[in-house]
């Protein structure tokens, strides 16, 4: 049972516009979230996260917006780079960030800047 | 500075031998994490460590096993390897202060044949 989806495998969106990337929990005890970029054969990178008693954050080009009773969450990337293409991984947490739970993560979305 | 380092980048193992996978975290970062990441999922939590004990666990067998070292680089073993277990697996530390967004390293792209 999926407890974090990212429902779109793949984005394809053209340089300056905006990007959204869309992520759904069904955990009500995920308290803390995370957006990580991941390029092919590196680690996740950290981008940016929003604790559960916020509803937005946000950090130079990128946004993250929280809807708890939706139990939602999106990435605003704007403007999109072509450096932005990687895949875009969601990321959950229930210990307010302390890790002990460990991160829950969604399968991932491939966004792709189109020149 | 140096992120977190994982050796080797990359291994090939036969079903039913043993692997070791080693973690250097960040300098000054006390706590260290395992992750495994099949093709085509995001990554899945294994173990946590803090100060050298074990903090926290995910559903993982117990052929699955960890220990961290008093410089706190770490270690992930698995037993009795199955071709269920190829995989990349991702290391990450954190400050003692909390996660606030793990820094993962590389990770070790492990093949079982």
């Known amino acids: 049972d999926q407890q974090v989806k990212q429902n779109s495998p793949s984005l394809s969106v053209q340089e300056g516009r905006i990007s959204i990337l869309n992520c759904d929990y069904t955990?009500?005890?995920?308290?803390?979230f995370l957006w990580y970029k991941k390029y092919p054969a590196e680690g996740p990178t950290f981008l940016i996260s929003?604790?559960?008693?916020?509803d937005k954050n946000e950090d130079g080009r990128f946004t993250v917006f929280l809807n708890k009773s939706a139990k939602h969450l999106s990435l605003h990337i704007v403007p999109s780079q072509p450096g932005d293409s990687a895949v875009y991984f969601c990321a959950a947490s229930g210990d307010s960030g302390g890790g002990a739970d460990g991160l829950t993560f969604g399968k991932g979305t491939h966004l792709i800047i189109q020149p | 500075d140096a992120g977190v380092t994982q050796s080797p980048t990359h291994l090939i193992k036969t079903r039913g031998q043993h692997v070791t996978l080693r973690c250097s975290p960040i300098?000054?970062?006390?706590?260290v994490s395992w992750y495994q990441q099949v093709l085509g999922q995001g990554p899945q939590f294994i173990f946590q460590y803090y100060e050298k004990e074990e903090r926290g666990r995910g559903n993982f067998p117990d052929r699955f096993s960890a220990r961290q070292f008093p410089n706190y680089s770490s270690e992930l073993n698995v037993n009795a390897l199955l071709l269920g277990d190829s995989a990349l697996y991702l290391c990450?530390?954190?400050?003692?202060?909390?996660?606030?967004?793990?820094?993962f390293g590389s990770g070790t792209r492990l093949t079982v044949v």
């Open positions: 955990n009500s005890m995920f308290d803390y």
């Open positions: 990450a530390s954190s400050p003692p202060q909390g996660n606030y967004g793990y820094t």
């Open positions: 929003i604790s559960s008693i916020k």
């Open positions: 300098s000054g970062h006390k706590s």
